[in-house]
């Protein structure tokens, strides 16, 4: 996500469509993966809330 939010804050006015175009595929594919990658972050640490061990008895 900080690579995305620098090629944002250091956008070109000089871009072609076609540049500015192929920029904004690339951040949303980056941008997928971010979210992709915190999903599958957040569903392993919830997974280890349940393999901690049982308080004793």
Request: proline residues 7%; charged residues 25%; aromatic residues 8%.
């Amino acid at each position: 996500m900080l690579e995305v939010s620098q090629v944002l804050l250091k956008q070109s006015a000089a871009m072609t469509p076609q540049e500015r175009e192929r920029q904004w595929k690339t951040l949303a594919a980056y941008t997928k993966t971010a979210g992709r990658s915190a999903y599958r972050a957040a569903s392993i640490l919830a997974d280890q809330k349940d393999y901690e061990p049982s308080p004793p008895r």
